[in-house]
T-cell receptor
Framework: DAGVTQSPTHLIKTRGQQVTLRCSPKSGHDTVSWYQQALGQGPQFIFQYYEEEERQRGNFPDRFSGHQFPNYSSELNVNALLLGDSALYLC?????????????FGPGTRLTVL | AQKVTQAQTEISVVEKEDVTLDCVYETRDTTYYLFWYKQPPSGELVFLIRRNSFDEQNEISGRYSWNFQKSTSSFNFTITASQVVDSAVYFCALSEFDSNYQLIWGAGTKLIIKP
């Protein structure tokens, strides 16, 4: 049973560039959430996708956008990168539909902005 | 005010010692969920346990045990006979109606198990 997968593992970008991170949910899951985790801190919720729609959003600017595909995989796009966007980006998936369901996390993508 | 407080920033013990990680939460909801996750150096958050507010029974899973006490708003995690592989950052998280059931995370406790 494949768990949550994310690509790429690491990424280095420069300020002002755009980046796309990818996530495939655990088998049988249809809800995908994205988190940003700065070094030494807990994860911060970015947004959640369900049925190809953004269902909830945290306190992140519009530079952060996402998409969910019919196969439930998801992308996180960040435009006009800032140095402060350097972080571990985590994707989590959960069971069908329920916003209270347990989230299972992928290994993350480490983004460095120079 | 912090909704999830993990007061212990870092704990260091020698292998085989027992260790307890504290978690105190704050919520006005009567229905809520509490979680513990483990984050080893590799970075992946590993789900350990989920508890709903109506189930105050303590839980034991191998060397891991959890003590949920609504009276003190605490959900503490104990590792018995710790092992080097238990070294990681441990996060406590809260999911509540007031926050649209999004996970609210504590700051994490870094646990170091010395051989």
């Amino acid at each position: 049973d494949a768990g949550v997968t994310q690509s790429p593992t690491h990424l280095i970008k420069t300020r002002g560039q755009q980046v796309t991170l990818r996530c495939s949910p655990k088998s049988g899951h249809d809800t995908v959430s994205w988190y940003q985790q700065a070094l030494g801190q807990g994860p911060q919720f970015i947004f959640q996708y369900y049925e190809e729609e953004e269902r909830q959003r945290g306190n992140f600017p519009d530079r952060f956008s996402g998409h969910q595909f019919p196969n439930y995989s998801s992308e996180l796009n960040v435009n006009a990168l800032l140095l402060g966007d350097s972080a571990l980006y985590l994707c989590a998936s959960s069971f069908p539909g329920g916003i209270t369901d347990t989230q299972y996390f992928g290994p993350g993508t480490r983004l460095t902005v120079l | 005010a912090q909704k999830v407080t993990q007061a212990q920033t870092e704990i260091s013990v020698v292998e085989k010692e027992d260790v307890t990680l504290d978690c105190v939460y704050e919520t006005r909801d009567t229905t809520y969920y509490l979680f513990w996750y483990k984050q080893p150096p590799s970075g992946e958050l590993v789900f350990l346990i989920r508890r709903n507010s109506f189930d105050e029974q303590n839980e034991i899973s191998g060397r891991y045990s959890w003590n949920f006490q609504k009276s003190t708003s605490s959900f503490n995690f104990t590792i018995t006979a710790s092992q080097v592989v238990d070294s990681a950052v441990y996060f406590c998280a809260l999911s509540e109606f007031d926050s649209n059931y999004q996970l609210i995370w504590g700051a994490g406790t870094k646990l170091i198990i010395k051989p």
